[in-house]
């Protein structure tokens, strides 16, 4: 079972579902939570944490040979993603805007681009108490998320293939959240009973849709706000798993980096009430 923590944008509590979650869950069975928002990983914060392995992450990019090149230019234009510039008198290469699709290294004729690795970030796992957390860290001035994000679930899948795997995806609608998704058995939408949480809610049900991915809803930091979210959900019909009671004692204990279901009860029965849901999905 792999189900991912997601949301149209940042802020909503998915850090805080991901990790309260993972924590509960594993009371009765093997979890593996994985940090996927490799530009801004937070969810260590709340974990006791011992080191138990890092890797570095590359991803390939073209090397210029200039000794074999005829200057042809035909690399330049075969890159959709203007990586590459074949100037008259030299090839440049932007890594950062490398999708390391090969393109441009496999059409060179004379073989003037072999692929290379280069580092963008390091894969770390660590030893909870009760679970193994991994997250992928992207290095300081790296652009390419979804090489890193990817890279982050087949560690956990190769290393973990049998345990329950909770993804807490980067926030948003675009690549990142789609990798961080697509092949997930179910995604869990947190939003906000605000007009701000509805707007960033229906592009998501949008993303996920386009995915054809089962998902459901849960509100956080429920009271405040409107009805607009739920009216939004009966109507599309999708399941509002749970409603999480907007409480000042939640953001202080999130403040302080510790988990909030094992102090707060009507936040720990929001978070069993998902841990049924999710458990029931056949
Ligand atoms: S395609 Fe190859 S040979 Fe042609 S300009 Fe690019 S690197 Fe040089
Ligand atoms: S590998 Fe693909 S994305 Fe990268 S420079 Fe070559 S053609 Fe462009």
């Known amino acids: 079972m792999k189900l991912t923590i997601a949301s149209g ?16 869950l594993s009371q009765n069975r093997d979890v593996i939570l994985c940090d996927l928002d490799v530009e801004e990983p937070n969810s260590k914060l709340f974990l006791k944490t011992a080191l138990k392995n890092e890797e570095i992450f590359n991803k390939m990019v073209p090397s210029w040979v200039s000794e074999d090149c005829t200057l042809c230019g035909e690399c330049g234009k075969n890159c959709n993603f203007n990586a590459i510039i ?8 932007y890594p950062e805007l ?15 681009l072999p692929m290379k690795p280069q580092k963008i970030g390091v894969i770390r796992e660590y030893e909870t108490k009760k679970f193994i957390f991994i997250e992928g860290r992207l290095d300081l001035g790296q652009e390419m998320a979804v090489p890193l994000i990817g890279g982050t679930i087949k560690y956990a899948e190769e290393k973990f293939k049998d345990s329950f795997m909770i ?33 960033d809610l229906v592009l998501a049900v949008e993303t996920m849709r386009v995915l054809k991915k089962n998902f459901g809803v849960v509100i956080n930091r429920h009271g405040i706000g409107d009805d607009r979210v739920e009216e939004y959900c ?13 409480d000042k004692e939640v953001a202080t204990l999130y403040s302080k980096g510790e988990l909030v279901y094992p102090h707060i009860e009507h936040f720990k029965n929001s978070i069993k009430e998902i841990a049924n849901f999710v458990e029931g999905i056949k």
């Open 9 to 24: 944008k940042g802020g909503t509590g998915k850090t805080t579902v991901s990790t309260n979650l993972a924590s509960y």
């Open 86 to 93: 074949a100037l008259p008198s030299e090839i440049l290469v």
């Open 98 to 112: 490398c999708h390391s699709c090969y393109a441009c290294s496999e059409l060179c004729p004379t073989g003037s």
């Open 167 to 199: 993804f807490d995806a980067p926030p948003g609608t675009s690549c990142p959240v789609i990798e961080a998704s697509k092949d997930s058995d179910f995604v869990i939408l947190i939003t906000e009973s605000t007009p701000f949480g509805l707007n």
């Open 234 to 246: 009966k109507k599309e019909n999708i399941p509002v798993i749970s409603k999480i009671k907007n």
